[in-house]
């Protein structure tokens, strides 16, 4: 935590001058109209998430008075919107069907178990989603192969296809093959937006066989051969636009569904905060409105150690709905990364670092973010948010300069 300690004075009161912290770089940028001017050229230019880190790196010196979370989320969904990922380049061959390595297998017994592969009568859209991952999770879990970490909440990536009206009525789960090829392509195409990488072998193998036994008794090798053939070509044409890696390894037409469109914006409806909480913490969740603020440093300090877990809920409840107030996505992996980044804050908080020159709240974040990053891919505009969040609730104000800095240098 060296690198944590040397930043000290990061955070300050918003408007504040920007003590201990040269700033003898080009002094352009001091009003929130010559920030957003300047957000605007970047913008404009777009790129890569590393391209993201290195613009927003070089544009930081310029940027001599503290900014507060309006200014840091601003700069997350700069990086979430313009720099996302290159364009994929469409392919200049004949686009056919190559997804069979064999011939089709013979007539199926039909299966008698699995998940329901469609919502219950009344069922919402979000309750079913939520069922379908809860029950890929537990079918891993029987299998001896339980899914953590990042994996488990991806799966609701995954099923975000299957659960979808139009999904149905072209395609369907009885074709299994071709199921499991979009709903694996949809995966990998939005899930690395959010640094996300494609499905482990063995994790996909593991997602076909529940999606199969849901309508047919067995999986037997050439199943699992056919569906490892589709994934070589999946991920041999991660630079080729989504619908044609759908016409390779999906043998019939899917006209019917939008799959540029969902691979970009599948998620970008997000998922209500009571349908990721669950109907019983709908309420809790409600309570910590936009409106109020939490003093993070005086939350800890008043709750003994017993309460830390009760606070953990109800700071990662605040989180959720801030988040869904301002129009975050709310995806299955950002609802993880909040929730482990409020963990490991109050945690961090809990220690009461009185000794330090850092304001405790950046501290605990960059311990958080420590935590994260050795089981969650967090990007540097997830990054911003998170922060944005915490220096809502003080509130405080960032010198943007030796943050970045020191956050490159606890990457390097």
Known sequence: ???????????????????GVDVDGPRTISTREEL?????????????????????????????????ATALLRMARLGWEAYAAPAPVPSAEPLRFLGRPQQPSAPREPGTGGPRT???????????LRYLADDVRAFAARCGEPLSGVVAESVGVYVALLGRDDFREVLGWSRSQDAHALAALVHDRTARVFGVGALEPAVEQLLFRWLHLATYAEVTPDDLAEQAARRELRT????????EV?????EVPIAGLPIDELCDRVLQAGLPVQALTGDADAGDAGDAGDAERLDLTALVEDAPGADLATLDKRLWHHLLRWLS?????????????????VHEVVRDLGRRHTDLSMHPVLHAHFVAMLMLRRELPVGLPDELALLAWAC????LGLALHPFLGARAAMLA
């Open 1 to 19: 935590m060296g690198v944590v300690s040397s930043a000290g004075a990061l955070l300050l009161d918003p408007g504040a001058r920007v003590v």
């Open 36 to 68: 957003d001017a300047a957000l605007g050229v970047l913008r404009e230019r777009g790129g890569d998430p590393e391209a993201f880190e290195r613009d927003l790196l070089a544009l930081a010196p310029s940027v001599v008075r503290p900014v507060g």
């Open 118 to 128: 469609a919502p219950d009568p009344g069922e919402t859209q979000w309750r079913y």
């Open 236 to 243: 041999a044409h991660e630079a080729l636009p989504a619908h």
């Open 246 to 250: 759908a016409v390779m390894t999906c």
């Open 325 to 341: 107030d301002r129009d975050v996505v709310v995806t299955a992996v950002r609802f993880a990364i909040a929730r482990d980044y």
């Open 392 to 395: 809502d609730q003080v509130p």
